[in-house]
């Protein structure tokens, strides 16, 4: 009775493992529009229904400021060159261009992160995770069988606690995934903005540090593939048949490096490509 209640508490704690790497590496290869439509169509709905009329304040603003500052440059306009306001009105109808096409663009980052993603998924095969059932036969035939009661009684109870750190483990990683999901989905929401500074050389700045942070967020993804290959890496390469108390701590001890390079991937992409 105390070896089934073993085998079933390992049964379901290198399921998990296995499911947990799986899970992870289908969550961040979803795009924005399939990971929850619904939600998806109510921002795109704000951003073209709400931002989109403030989008156009502001390039009126930004295009106000342009024409007063090419005419104060030009030496109240005694430097008249007319090639200025061709370049003035071709500098217009980019920003109009930019912010009617905005949630396109923003669409067409994410859908190269995919890419990324998917194609990094690609080389993580089958072979980095645990066999479960080879696992627990070669448990069934090794240690275990030569274990008392007591020794029995003290490995349940500590599977039992492995599990369940495990799952509080898996519950903080959701929230790291759901987190980022959402993330995105507060920050495409708001596209237009940013997008209507870019034709200005000051305000600029806006626009292109909102747009490296978009390539983060997407590449953000990928660095969340690395992890669960080294994480399954490391977790298929475990071996049970030494010593099971050691396996179990090391399992535990991987999920728990898993979760905070997990936490550390957002700001690591950030720093990469330079944007805060």
Not at 138 to 165: D, F, K, P, W, Y
């Amino acid at each position: 009775m105390l070896k089934e209640w073993i085998y079933s508490n390992l049964d379901r704690m290198f399921t998990d493992v296995n499911e947990r790497a799986e899970a992870i590496a289908g969550e961040v290869a979803i795009t924005p529009g399939a990971w929850n439509p619904r939600i998806f169509d109510m921002v795109k709905s704000l951003s073209e229904d709400v931002v989109i009329p403030i989008a156009g304040m502001v390039i009126t603003f930004v295009l106000c400021y342009e024409l007063i500052t090419m005419v104060m440059d030009k030496n109240n306009m005694h430097d008249f060159d007319s090639g200025l306001f061709f370049r003035y009105l071709m500098k217009a109808c980019i920003a109009v261009l930019l912010v009617s096409n905005t949630f396109d663009i923003t669409m067409a980052v994410f859908d190269v992160g995919n890419h990324v993603i998917q194609a990094a998924g690609g080389k993580i095969t089958d072979s980095a995770s645990i066999n479960v059932q080879g696992t627990l036969a070669v448990m069934a035939n090794g240690q275990m069988g030569a274990m008392g009661i007591g020794e029995l009684i003290g490995l349940g109870m500590e599977t039992m606690v492995v599990s369940m750190g495990m799952k509080i483990m898996s519950v903080l990683i959701t929230v790291v995934l759901y987190g980022r999901m959402i993330e995105i989905y507060l920050y495409i929401s708001v596209s237009p903005i940013p997008f209507a500074t870019f034709t200005n050389r000051e305000w600029g700045s806006i626009g292109t540090n909102y747009f490296k942070g978009l390539v983060a967020m997407a590449f953000q993804g990928f660095f969340i593939m690395v992890c669960v290959a080294i994480y399954s890496a490391l977790v298929s390469g475990i071996s049970v048949a030494g010593d099971l108390h050691s396996a179990l701590w090391q399992i535990s001890a991987y999920t728990v490096i898993l979760c905070f390079s997990l936490f550390k991937t957002g700001g690591l992409s950030r720093s990469i490509f330079n944007t805060h």
